[in-house]
């Protein structure tokens, strides 16, 4: 990732957002979330560049996705990231495909970045994102995962998370598999998308690849 020269607190806030998270800190005794499906957006300080576009998407089924785009500068690009998101007692607790934990504060219909430790940060940046209504973004993530493809649907179970998604039609993908009997192994890039439920009209979430993946024939998500 593109080096910052931010401030310690401009640090604390974007690295705790994105995974440069230190593990330990705050009680961790997570309950489960009341189900909601929001999307949160700011703009957080750059030292090198205009500033950082951050967006936030919480699902209903407990997953999320991030997007983090460097506006001007000189390497100016977008990062896409993803994971599992549960609360505390009063905080949430963002867990990406690492294991690397986020803590956030809602606020009104907005959401607190907080330090490492879950605590407010004292400090003139914004460490704020709004709620927003915005599509899912289409950045590519790499992912690992198993899948298949059986009666004509594929599914994808990640290796990060352990959701299984089912998969837009991809042809390459259907070949790389090889009608084999069981889940395969592949890495590839992809991203969220919303598709609808033909008979009831209900919008879920389902993933598009964007690589022709690489499959592992005979492993795992331990390999």
């Known amino acids: 990732m593109k080096k910052l020269m931010l401030s310690a607190m401009a640090a ?22 009341k189900p909601m499906q929001q999307s949160y957006h700011g703009v957080l300080p750059c030292a090198d560049c205009e500033g950082i576009d ?35 007692a009063e905080k949430l607790v963002l867990t990406d495909n690492k294991g690397m934990k986020t803590y ?14 879950g605590k407010h940060i004292d400090s003139p940046f914004n460490h704020t994102l709004k709620a927003t209504d915005m599509p899912l973004p289409t950045t590519p993530i790499a992912m690992k995962g198993m899948y298949r493809y059986m009666a004509d649907t594929a599914t994808f179970q990640d290796c990060a998370t352990g959701r299984t998604f089912l998969m837009a039609d991809n042809a390459q993908l259907e070949r790389g598999f090889g009608g084999a009997a069981k889940p395969v192994l592949v890495v590839l890039k992809a991203h969220y998308i919303h598709m609808e439920n033909p008979d009831t009209g209900a919008a879920f979430k389902a993933l598009k690849a964007d690589s022709d993946g690489r499959f592992s024939p005979g492993k795992g998500c331990d390999d």
Do not use: Q
């Open 104 to 117: 956030l504060l809602a606020r009104n219909e907005a959401l607190e970045i907080l330090d490492n430790s």
């Open 54 to 88: 951050v967006s936030l998407f919480l699902e209903k089924d407990g997953t999320w996705v991030s997007n983090i785009r460097y506006i001007g500068g000189k390497t100016p690009g977008s990062y896409g990231n993803y994971g599992t998101w549960a609360r505390t």
């Open 12 to 33: 604390a806030v974007l690295f705790s957002l994105f995974g440069c998270h230190n593990r330990s800190g705050m009680d961790e005794r997570l309950v489960p979330l």
